[in-house]
């Protein structure tokens, strides 16, 4: 167990962190007449200004030190910076990625498209408020307030699922939409019985029964059966909107269905920030219900084992991705469930790779939509000589998912794995090991169809397929370059992780 | 009598009535009869924390913003989004009949369980003490029949109405559990549910257009 001096350091960074992108999104709407360029000025800007302040903050608490803000209404430890950093670097990649890309999905003269291209100005300023609640929920200290800005991601998300307003996407954003809600309203309930419970013990005076540190040192106070009501009503919650299975049903068509910038913030982003949030309030009662723990590894290994399974059999590479990051939060669920320092690590590593490689293998098969029109794969071959760049990417991303050295994603499941054996739980290695091998057979399988198989109908395509423009692919090679960086320097994020692990473990000791 | 001054009999006899206008809002297939059974209630949830405000007085706040949000500002909505789209509730899953059954039995059953169990839910003394126990069981029985019209209905904006009888629900237990709870945190609460209803009747509006229904069990587009 490791034992944190903390020290709190007042910062401004915490509130401007999300106020910059939510007032940012207020600005483009402003200037919606000046055209796309305004819009696209405007998100890469505040995005821009987002990522700093998200390298800024993890920097600021790389050495254990919490930031506190509003009279500790906000606060930032490692775990929260983590979860920062990755809203606000895959973020900003993101919007960097939609530039050219959504230029692209909204041009030309048919109704349906002049419909798209007259409400981008409305894309820019929901993917800044995306991105501006995902911060808060981060942020935040707030029980309540973690549970509005959780329900916030949902509203500032939902028209961007059916931003296309086709068929398909239609239905994709009335189930996001109503399961999430539907999953969310359990979760004000466990947040509102968790605040009843705290401020009961009368331990805690005024409002400090909704700030979470407070309730931490308080939670084993809480009677058992409302410990049990209160986790298993935010397990439900923020499980659904986590994608944890058996409450993943919506995101396969939500992810897919979303322009592809916003799928690289579902699955990259969102469902991170949703799980941040199950692991902030349920790891509270780990102490008081180690029960809890050992739940937490089973609905992991379901997770992890379903999500792939259901990947296999996948034609479509959007849905194939959407599946496979169901199996991935398994295993982060498995990890940081564990309740230990190891377990939490290897869980919170996942957490940061996974956002990386599913974010990058989301964009390469956005470019393939781009230079091709279709991602069924059935539909596509051949691509890797007109496409060398997404190919390699492409490639870089499977290997890491599927947890294959040097890349990232080995190191982050090699510590899961350890994790679990260390806790006795070898059933959970072997599913895990197992699951990282269809894994791979999944995403290996489209990528040789894709890009090296002799396409189906390759005379018909003809030569007008070839590599996506800078701006799309540049964010690619970063995220590619970052996956390889942290499967050769696993030690880079230590700071950060470390710090997390340990809270997580301490609340769980 | 209650040792607190609110009048316990006034106080059951519009618990009563709100979850009987919860079982109304299920069960009556015309959805604008059904959106005003909704209104009815979320005008007795007004009476209620009035009731109650004379204990607690931040409640008068919590009224307030209920009347604007569940008695003005939703109702419109779904009143524009029915005119919008069609009148008549698609057919649920559980016939009339047998619905009003398992309706009243979740009624009497889970008001009777809540009732005698309420310490797990709400471990403070004041929130067992009547009427506030009271509200708890009335609280979670909204909740559960908001619940199971969620589950047997397959109507799109009847889905929303029991989404919206679900987080009335939870509202009215804040009364129980949460007195405390800051003016900011509860405008949060009620204003997101407010945002919820329109942007998911705003995004029904434009499921009717393109498939010409409401029937949920209708949109099978992306098992293609």
Same mark, same amino acid.
């Given at each position: ?26 600005l483009v709407l402003a200037g919606g007449r000046l055209g796309l360029r305004w819009g696209q000025l405007v998100t890469l800007l505040a995005s821009g200004a987002m990522a700093v302040m998200g390298l800024a903050i993890a920097r600021s608490v790389w050495g254990g030190a919490v930031l506190t803000a509003w009279g500790n209404e906000l606060r930032v430890d490692a775990l929260s910076a983590l979860v920062v950093l990755i809203v606000s670097v895959v973020g900003f990649l993101a919007c960097a990625y939609s530039v050219r890309y959504m230029e692209h999905a909204t041009a030309g003269e048919g109704p349906g498209l002049v419909k798209r291209a007259h409400r981008m100005p409305l894309f820019h300023a929901l993917v800044l408020w995306f991105l501006g609640t995902m911060a808060w929920a981060a942020v935040t200290n707030n029980i309540i307030m973690l549970w509005a800005a959780v329900e916030a991601t949902t509203l500032s998300s939902g028209l961007l699922v059916a931003f296309f307003w086709d068929r398909r996407a239609l239905e994709a954003g009335y189930k996001y939409m109503m399961l999430l809600t539907v999953g969310i309203t359990f979760a004000l309930f466990g947040c509102v019985v968790v605040y009843a419970a705290a401020a009961a013990t009368g331990a805690l005076g005024g409002g400090e029964a909704l700030l979470i540190s407070e309730v931490r040192g308080v939670a084993w106070m809480i009677p058992s059966g409302t410990a049990l009501i209160a986790v298993s009503m935010l397990l439900i919650g ?272 | ?89 698609? /057919?649920? #899953? ?6 009003? $059954?398992?309706?009243? @039995?979740?009624? &009497?059953? +889970?008001?009777? *369980? ?64 949460? /007195?405390? #709870? ?6 949060? $609460?009620?204003?997101? @549910?407010?945002? &919820?209803? +329109?942007?998911? *009747? ?23």
């Amino acid at each position: 167990m490791t034992s944190l001096s903390v020290v709190e350091l007042p910062s401004a960074l915490p509130a401007a962190v999300f106020l910059v992108p939510v007032l940012a999104g207020f600005l483009v709407l402003a200037g919606g007449r000046l055209g796309l360029r305004w819009g696209q000025l405007v998100t890469l800007l505040a995005s821009g200004a987002m990522a700093v302040m998200g390298l800024a903050i993890a920097r600021s608490v790389w050495g254990g030190a919490v930031l506190t803000a509003w009279g500790n209404e906000l606060r930032v430890d490692a775990l929260s910076a983590l979860v920062v950093l990755i809203v606000s670097v895959v973020g900003f990649l993101a919007c960097a990625y939609s530039v050219r890309y959504m230029e692209h999905a909204t041009a030309g003269e048919g109704p349906g498209l002049v419909k798209r291209a007259h409400r981008m100005p409305l894309f820019h300023a929901l993917v800044l408020w995306f991105l501006g609640t995902m911060a808060w929920a981060a942020v935040t200290n707030n029980i309540i307030m973690l549970w509005a800005a959780v329900e916030a991601t949902t509203l500032s998300s939902g028209l961007l699922v059916a931003f296309f307003w086709d068929r398909r996407a239609l239905e994709a954003g009335y189930k996001y939409m109503m399961l999430l809600t539907v999953g969310i309203t359990f979760a004000l309930f466990g947040c509102v019985v968790v605040y009843a419970a705290a401020a009961a013990t009368g331990a805690l005076g005024g409002g400090e029964a909704l700030l979470i540190s407070e309730v931490r040192g308080v939670a084993w106070m809480i009677p058992s059966g409302t410990a049990l009501i209160a986790v298993s009503m935010l397990l439900i919650g923020f499980g659904t909107k986590a994608g944890l299975a058996p409450f993943h049903p919506w995101l396969p068509d939500a992810h897919a269905e979303a322009p592809t910038p916003v799928s690289v913030l579902l699955s990259g982003v969102m469902i991170k920030v949703a799980l941040y949030a199950l692991a902030r309030t349920v790891s509270i009662f780990f102490p008081s219900l180690p029960a809890i723990t050992l739940f937490a590894v089973g609905m992991g290994v379901f997770t992890m084992l379903l999500g792939v399974v259901l990947a296999l059999v996948q034609e479509d590479l959007k849905r194939l991705l959407a599946y496979s990051s169901v199996s991935q939060m398994g295993y982060i669920l498995a990890g940081v469930g564990l309740g230990t320092y190891l377990g939490a690590y290897g869980g919170l590593f996942h957490l940061l790779n996974h956002a990386l490689f599913k974010s990058l293998l989301f964009m390469c098969v956005g470019a393939v939509v781009y230079a091709t029109g279709t991602r069924r794969i059935g539909e596509l071959g051949g691509l890797a000589r007109e496409m060398p760049v997404t190919s390699a990417c492409f490639l870089v991303g499977a290997l890491a998912i599927a947890g294959f050295p040097p890349f990232n994603g080995f190191m982050s499941k090699l510590t899961i794995y350890l994790a679990l054996a260390d806790s006795g739980l070898w059933w959970a290695v072997a599913v895990a090991v197992f699951t990282s091998v269809l894994t791979m057979v999944a995403l290996i399988r489209p990528f040789y169809r894709v890009f090296w198989a002799v396409p189906a109908g390759a005379e018909a395509r003809g030569a007008a397929v070839r590599e996506v423009p800078a701006f799309m692919w540049a964010p690619m090679v970063v995220l590619a370059a970052l996956c390889l960086l942290l499967g050769l320097a696993p030690g880079l994020a230590y700071g950060l992780l470390h710090h997390a692990a340990a809270l997580l473990a301490g609340a769980g000791g | 009598m209650s040792a607190l001054p609110i009048s316990e009999e006034l106080v059951r006899t519009l618990s009563l009535t709100v979850v009987i206008t919860s079982v109304l809002t299920v069960e009556l297939r015309h959805l604008r009869f059904s959106a005003m059974a909704y209104v009815v209630q979320a005008l007795l949830i007004v009476a209620l924390l009035v009731s109650y405000a004379t204990v607690n007085h931040a409640l008068y706040w919590w009224a307030g913003t209920a009347l604007i949000t569940k008695a003005v500002l939703i109702p419109w909505f779904l009143f524009r989004y029915i005119r919008r789209t069609r009148e008549m509730e698609e /057919p649920p #899953l559980v016939g009339f009949g047998p619905s009003v $059954i398992v309706a009243a @039995v979740l009624m &009497t059953g +889970f008001y009777r *369980l809540t009732h005698s169990q309420v310490a797990l839910l709400a471990p403070s003394a004041l929130a067992q003490a009547e009427v506030f126990r009271t509200n708890l069981a009335v609280a979670s029985t909204v909740f559960v029949l908001g619940l199971y019209s969620l589950l047997t209905r397959r109507d799109a904006v009847k889905l929303v109405i029991a989404l919206c009888l679900l987080e009335n629900g939870v509202h009215l237990s804040l009364v129980s559990l949460a /007195p405390g #709870l800051p003016e900011t945190a509860l405008f949060g $609460i009620a204003s997101e @549910v407010v945002v &919820t209803v +329109f942007i998911l *009747l705003y995004v029904i509006e434009g499921v009717y257009r393109e498939f010409g229904t409401t029937d949920t069990f209708r949109l099978r587009e992306l098992q293609r």
